[in-house]
C-alpha cells in the first residue's frame, strides 16, 4: 500500500471515529419545546355547508349524526354502522320506509333543551329544500316525506 493510501485510510478511520463523539443527546430545553401547526381557518361551522376538511373536521366536535361508522380496535371501520344519536332503526320489508327511533335526553348547548323528532326532521329537509349555501342534499332526493310519530 502507497503511503499516500495508508494516509487516507488512516484520515477516514480516524474521521469516522471522531464524528461518533460529536452526536449527544438533546439537553432538557431542547426536550421542553412546542410544536406549532397551522391550520387553515374553517370557512363555515355550517355542517351542511362547509367544504374545508378543517370545517368538516371542527363540525363534527359539534355536531353529531344519526348514525356512525363503528370504531374497531381504536379505528374507525367504513363497513360497520352504529348508532349515533339514533337508538334504532328498521326498514320495511318493501324497502320504502325506515323507521327511525331516537335516543332520549340527548341536549343541544348552551340549554337550548333536548332534541326531538322536529329537530332531525328540520336537519333533513333544510337540505332535501336545498337551502341557501347548503350542499349535501344532493343524495336526498329519494326521501318523499319525513312523518313524526312521537317525539322521539
Given at each position: ?73 381504536g379505528k374507525v371501520t ?33 340549554g337550548y333543551g333536548e ?11 333544510r337540505q332535501i329544500n ?23
Open positions: 500500500m502507497s503511503r499516500f493510501a495508508w494516509l487516507a485510510t488512516c484520515l477516514v478511520v480516524l474521521s469516522a471515529l471522531t464524528s461518533v463523539g460529536l452526536v449527544q443527546a438533546p439537553d432538557a430545553d431542547a426536550q421542553k419545546k412546542i410544536l406549532n401547526i397551522a391550520a387553515k381557518e374553517p370557512d363555515t361551522l355550517d355542517p351542511h355547508s362547509s367544504t374545508l376538511g378543517q370545517s368538516q373536521a371542527i363540525s363534527r366536535f359539534m355536531f353529531r349524526g344519526l348514525t356512525r361508522f363503528a370504531i374497531k380496535d367504513t363497513s360497520e354502522v352504529e348508532p349515533d344519536l339514533a337508538e334504532s332503526w328498521t326498514l320495511s320489508p318493501e324497502g320504502t320506509i325506515w323507521t327511525i327511533k331516537l335516543k332520549k335526553g340527548v341536549q343541544f348547548h348552551k332534541m326531538t323528532a322536529e329537530d332531525v326532521k328540520f336537519s333533513f329537509e336545498k337551502a341557501p349555501g347548503t350542499r349535501y342534499g344532493v343524495n336526498l332526493d329519494v326521501i318523499k316525506s319525513i312523518e313524526i310519530v312521537n317525539p322521539h
